[in-house]
């Protein structure tokens, strides 16, 4: 638990998602140093503490109660959602407000080569992919019988390396898809990025703090309407 009491908010410290990270909380009026490369940056202006992290470990930092908020994709947090219930751990947040940014789907794909096909040419096959959580949940969903090859990177290339038949991966242009011949299928998940609760958080001031920031995050997010 953050017994401290500054409101403690993490966000990914390098990557897709920081930068309108960065520029939301200054929307919000929170001031930051940020210059340095630390693991955690002040506010000046507010009793709040920004933690700077992996993507991946931002669900689970909320979950835990380690922070009191978080800034992360909603494929992260459905998948470590799906894992930490598989292990028996507290999986529970509270979800704030979806964000205007990071917005990608998590789809099927498989060589351009292959032409169109239907669910069923997917049994049998291997799918590659760096969510194997929400795959397998769909290919249940879909009585798919296939197998999850499981790769933290380079999913694209896996076809053509004979890792896997196809993979499941995030798509937003469609330009790394298109640069490896893969053909675009299914989408399994549609994701923006989400601010998350810790779903225990029960500090008044930092309760009453959140409810300060969150009627400004609506006005931002009108105001980019
Ligand atoms: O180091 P750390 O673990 O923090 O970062 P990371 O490398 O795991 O994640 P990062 O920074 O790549 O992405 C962070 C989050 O951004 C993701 O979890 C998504 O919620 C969101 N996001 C939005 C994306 C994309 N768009 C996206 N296009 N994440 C990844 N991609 C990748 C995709 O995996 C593929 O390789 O971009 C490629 C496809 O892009 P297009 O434009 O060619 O289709
Ligand atoms: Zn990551």
Same mark, same amino acid.
């Given at each position: 638990?953050?017994?401290?009491?500054?409101?403690?908010?993490?966000?990914?410290?390098?990557?897709?998602?920081?930068?309108?990270?960065?520029?939301?909380?200054?929307?919000?009026?929170?001031?930051?140093?940020?210059?340095?490369?630390?693991?955690?940056?002040?506010?000046?202006?507010?009793?709040?503490?920004?933690?700077?992290?992996?993507?991946?470990?931002?669900?689970?930092?909320?979950?835990?109660?380690?922070?009191?908020?978080?800034?992360?994709?909603?494929?992260?947090?459905? !998948?470590?959602? $799906?894992?930490?219930?598989?292990?028996?751990?507290? +999986?529970?947040?509270? &979800? =704030? %407000?979806?964000?205007?940014?990071?917005?990608?789907?998590?789809?099927?794909?498989?060589?351009?080569?292959?032409?169109?096909?239907?669910?069923?040419?997917?049994?049998?096959?291997?799918?590659?992919?760096?969510?194997?959580?929400?795959?397998?949940?769909?290919?249940?969903?879909?009585?798919?019988?296939?197998?999850?090859?499981?790769?933290?990177?380079?999913?694209?290339?896996?076809?053509?390396?004979?890792?896997?038949?196809?993979?499941?991966?995030?798509?937003?242009?469609?330009?790394?898809?298109?640069?490896?011949?893969?053909?675009?299928?299914?989408?399994?998940? !549609?994701?923006? $990025?989400?601010?998350?609760?810790?779903?225990?958080? +029960?500090?008044?001031? &930092? =309760? %009453?703090?959140?409810?300060?920031?969150?009627?400004?995050?609506?006005?931002?997010?009108?105001?980019?309407?």
């Amino acid at each position: 638990m953050n017994t401290s009491n500054r409101l403690r908010i993490a966000i990914q410290k390098s990557g897709r998602l920081s930068k309108d990270c960065q520029s939301l909380l200054k929307q919000l009026g929170v001031k930051l140093n940020l210059r340095e490369q630390r693991l955690i940056a002040h506010s000046t202006n507010m009793p709040i503490d920004v933690l700077r992290v992996r993507d991946d470990d931002i669900p689970g930092l909320v979950m835990d109660g380690v922070c009191d908020l978080g800034i992360v994709g909603e494929n992260v947090l459905v !998948e470590t959602q $799906a894992e930490r219930e598989r292990a028996g751990q507290s +999986n529970a947040v509270k &979800k =704030l %407000s979806k964000l205007d940014f990071g917005y990608c789907r998590l789809a099927l794909a498989w060589p351009q080569e292959l032409g169109a096909q239907s669910k069923d040419w997917f049994n049998g096959k291997r799918i590659a992919t760096t969510y194997p959580e929400i795959l397998k949940q769909y290919l249940v969903k879909e009585n798919i019988d296939a197998s999850v090859v499981m790769l933290t990177g380079s999913v694209e290339v896996a076809p053509r390396a004979g890792l896997a038949d196809a993979i499941c991966d995030l798509v937003s242009t469609g330009a790394t898809l298109e640069a490896n011949g893969l053909m675009q299928g299914d989408t399994i998940l !549609e994701s923006n $990025a989400c601010l998350i609760q810790n779903a225990n958080l +029960n500090d008044d001031s &930092k =309760l %009453s703090l959140i409810n300060k920031l969150l009627p400004r995050l609506k006005g931002v997010r009108q105001a980019k309407e």
